[in-house]
């Protein structure tokens, strides 16, 4: 059975940092890409990050980019999402997803497993 669990949610400032983890269990990590997705009450999933099998190949929401920064250790069987200067449109529930396959994709349907999801909440 395969499970992703998220931690490093939380409340923080605007302007404060947090690092989101997502480890996988029941899956070889290091073949597969994965992604992290955020969802806002009352908006749509969208992408936030995703990295291929190796971490060698990344894509970033342009308007993300130079704040988040994904990031994958396949030895720990973890993937991360470090998040500086942090806004309140930050505020959501992140999720972290498991790839079909070892390339990245923006795509939620390229993605076969999800975590639970980790409430992020920026107060300003």
């Not at 505020?91 to 923006?106: I, K, L, P």
Request: proline fraction near 2%; glycine fraction near 12%.
């Amino acid at each position: 059975q395969v499970q992703l669990i998220e931690s490093g949610g939380g409340l923080v400032q605007a302007g404060g940092s947090l690092r989101l983890s997502c480890v996988v269990h029941g899956r070889t990590f290091s073949n597969y890409a994965m992604g992290w997705f955020r969802q806002a009450p009352g908006k749509e999933r969208e992408l936030v990050a995703t990295i291929n099998w190796s971490g060698g190949g990344t894509y970033s929401t342009s308007s993300l980019k130079g704040r988040f920064t994904i990031s994958r250790d396949n030895t720990k069987n973890t993937m991360y999402l470090q998040m500086n200067s942090l806004k309140p449109e930050d505020t959501a529930v992140y999720y972290c997803a498991a790839g079909r396959n070892q390339y990245y994709s923006r795509l939620s349907s390229d993605y076969d497993y999800w975590g639970q999801g980790i409430q992020v909440t920026v107060s300003s």
